[in-house]
């Protein structure tokens, strides 16, 4: 859904439309949870190195390959979104991981400050997610690829 309510000062100049803060507010979003997204993916391979996180995720009781993929959609996902390429779609794959995160967290406490963290900041980031999965990219996003266009249904595209 679109408006286009134009707010006016008083001599009847138009200031932005709804629609344009709309748009800034979806890419302030986006963009902050795609940082957040890639920061983590890259401590995971530069600070924890990818054998220490396998080990993490192995102490969770997951297999490695569950530390694979997320490093993998933190990197990506990240990205997509930084970049504003299928937004919805990152976000919306980036969910699981998300999830993920405020399961291993749960435990903690729920300030983020608590020993090895709480679940707050998580559930933040699930809520960013999925404001980006149901609003799209925003401003300032390349959108899509044509070359990738065709196999996506048209819901995800934004």
């Not at 995971?44 to 396998?54: C, D, H, R």
């Not at 090895?116 to 933040?124: H, Y």
Request: net charge positive; aromatic share 10%; charged share 10%.
């Amino acid at each position: 859904m679109q408006y286009h309510l134009q707010n006016k000062n008083t001599s009847g100049e138009k200031i932005m439309t709804q629609q344009n803060e709309l748009n800034y507010g979806a890419f302030i979003i986006r963009v902050s949870l795609g940082v957040v997204l890639l920061a983590h993916g890259l401590l995971k391979v530069f600070v924890f190195t990818i054998p220490g996180t396998v080990g993490y995720f192995d102490s969770l009781g997951l297999p490695a390959v569950a530390a694979y993929l997320v490093i993998f959609g933190e990197l990506v996902g990240g990205a997509a979104l930084v970049t504003g390429l299928y937004s919805r779609l990152a976000a919306a794959l980036s969910l699981p991981i998300l999830a993920g995160s405020v399961w291993a967290h749960a435990a903690n406490g729920w300030l983020f400050s608590a020993p090895n963290g709480g679940w707050e900041f998580p559930v933040l980031l699930v809520a960013l997610a999925v404001a980006v999965t149901v609003q799209g990219g925003g401003a300032f996003a390349l959108r899509k690829l044509p070359v990738v266009d065709g196999f996506l249904p048209t819901a995800l595209k934004a």
